[in-house]
């Protein structure tokens, strides 16, 4: 399978704490992306990290990316209520599509 | 920007019986697909659209129909619904790597 595998599955912290998620996959990539999904809504593109990049910042989001070992992680800092979510990597390959992982849930205590 | 628009938001079919879910999308994005997400499996592509007048087969096509209408439209079509066809459906589309997709709400089908 393509699919980028997700670990942990679940994840529950305090708000102010760092949050990290990981993800690991087997084929080449042109770029992985990450997604935040709410309950019941659609998915919301957070960051997007090229094959050639190695880390990237977006607000309290790091994203790093090794593809020697074919894995990828995303940092949340200074966790807040409001980032309780689902959290989703996708792989997109030379054709454009993206394949999901099946995601973390993470819950931010207040 | 209104996005991505999903419609229905919510149906119950009965076994065999057919119904199309519509999506458009209004950021003229030539790429355009329908996911499929049911507990415990995250999404899986069923059809995508790379451009206006093409289709292609994603990874859980059967059973499902699509058609690209125009550059704005992709309508998902479910010719005989099944139980197993139960699971919430997405559009979503895409230009530039760099934004990455845009999904819409979502429709959550029930086949009883």
């Known amino acids: 399978s393509q699919q980028g595998e997700e670990d942990p599955q679940a994840l529950s912290i305090q708000e102010g704490e760092n949050a990290t998620m990981n993800c690991s996959y087997k084929?080449?990539?042109?770029?992985l992306q990450w997604y935040r999904q709410n309950s019941g809504r659609g998915l919301v593109h957070l960051i997007l990290?090229?094959?050639?990049?190695r880390e990237k910042h977006s607000g309290r989001l790091r994203v790093t990316l090794d593809t020697s070992k074919k894995s990828s992680s995303l940092l949340i800092t200074a966790s807040r209520a409001a980032d309780t979510a689902s959290y989703f990597c996708a792989l997109a390959g030379n054709t454009g599509k993206l394949i999901f992982g099946q995601g973390t849930t993470l819950q931010v205590k207040p | 920007n209104a996005g991505v628009t999903q419609t229905p938001k919510f149906q119950v079919l009965k076994t065999g019986q057919s119904m199309t879910l519509q999506c458009a999308q209004d950021m003229n994005h030539n790429s355009m697909y329908w996911y499929r997400q049911d507990p415990g499996m995250g999404l899986r592509l069923i059809y995508y659209?790379?451009?206006?007048?093409?289709?292609d087969k994603g990874e859980v096509p059967n059973g499902y129909n699509v058609s690209r209408l125009n550059k704005r439209e992709f309508s998902l079509r479910l010719e005989s619904a099944a139980p197993s066809q139960t699971s919430v459906y997405f559009c979503?589309?895409?230009?530039?790597?760099?934004?990455?997709?845009?999904f819409g709400s979502g429709t959550r089908l029930t086949v009883v």
């Open positions: 979503a589309s895409s230009d530039q790597d760099i934004r990455g997709y845009t």
């Open positions: 990290i090229r094959s050639n990049e």
């Open positions: 659209s790379a451009s206006e007048g093409t289709t």
């Open positions: 084929t080449s990539i042109n770029n």
